[in-house]
């Protein structure tokens, strides 16, 4: 809806904000894990324009934005390892069997032992995990491009 008449001057606008990956800088959690700084540029620019077609009667405006993004993230992931899906029921490894397979581009960033666990208290269990190794590796953080 427009409240106001238009002008019998042409106006118009010209804009872009500019977001480059370049001049930024690396995220806390990709420098502790000695991640590569990951690429996001994003580029938004539009105009707008107004005037008269005809003088003092009929007017025009015109107005369009666009966006365009650019990326490329490394994503995080928490997965149980072989050594400790070997010592879950047979259901839960046959379903990891099924739906578990890993990207061939995971990279291993780290892995979780049970002792490293109970002593951030992040396990969650505590006379039920005594017979499993506490060496044993429990997680693996993932790193996939």
């Given at each position: 809806m427009v409240t106001k008449a238009g002008t019998n001057e042409i106006h118009g606008t010209a804009y872009e904000f500019t977001r480059v990956s370049t001049i930024s800088s690396n995220s806390y959690f990709y420098n502790a894990n000695t991640l590569p700084k990951s690429v996001f540029d994003r580029n938004q620019f539009g105009y707008s324009l107004g005037?008269?077609?005809?003088?003092?009667?009929?007017?025009?405006?015109?107005?369009?934005?666009?966006?365009?993004?650019?990326?490329?993230?490394?994503?995080?992931?928490?997965?149980?390892?072989?050594?400790?899906?070997?010592?879950?029921?047979?259901?839960?490894?046959?379903?990891?069997?099924?739906?578990?397979?890993?990207?061939?581009?995971?990279?291993?960033?780290q892995n979780y032992r049970l002792n490293q666990l109970a002593a951030t208290g992040q396990t969650g269990c505590s006379t039920s995990c005594a017979a499993i190794n506490p060496n044993l590796p429990l997680l693996s953080e993932l790193g996939i491009r």
């Open positions: 005037g008269p077609v005809k003088k003092n009667k009929l007017f025009f405006f015109s107005s369009t934005e666009w966006i365009r993004i650019r990326s490329a993230a490394e994503e995080i992931a928490y997965v149980p390892t072989s050594q400790f899906l070997a010592l879950t029921a047979a259901n839960t490894q046959a379903f990891f069997n099924q739906y578990g397979k890993l990207k061939s581009n995971a990279a291993v960033l």
